[in-house]
């Protein structure tokens, strides 16, 4: 099982990013998918979870409005849209899944909102 993230960078307050975990080992489709994120000292949380065929999503009430997570399932691909960026959004983003007892974690993407 493999959960690689990509996307990560430096942006302005107000401004977007959008994330992508590319998924390989295991049938993709039939998994839910979620990011989390860590701050510098805080611990790690759920920011959006979605549904193996992606009818199903839910949002931490911090990003609600301003992100949206999604997935391409003939690509192996779950995104993270983020808009409407604030300082308080710095954080490594993480791609997660759950197989049976396995948590499955990607390797993290850097995310600094700063003027």
């Known amino acids: 099982v493999q959960l690689v993230e990509s996307g990560g960078g430096l942006v302005q307050p107000g401004g977007s990013l959008r994330l992508s975990c590319a998924a390989s080992?295991?049938?993709?489709?039939?998994?839910?998918m979620s990011w989390y994120r860590q701050a510098p000292g805080k611990e790690r949380e759920l920011v959006a979870a979605i549904s193996s065929a992606g009818g199903s999503t839910n949002y931490a009430d911090s990003v609600k409005g301003r992100f949206t997570i999604s997935r391409d399932n003939a690509k192996n691909t779950v995104y993270l849209q983020m808009n409407s960026l604030k300082s308080e959004d710095t954080a490594v983003y993480y791609c997660y899944t759950r197989i049976g007892s396995v948590t499955c974690w990607g390797q993290g993407t850097q995310v600094t909102v700063s003027s």
């Open positions: 080992g295991f049938t993709f489709r039939g998994f839910g």
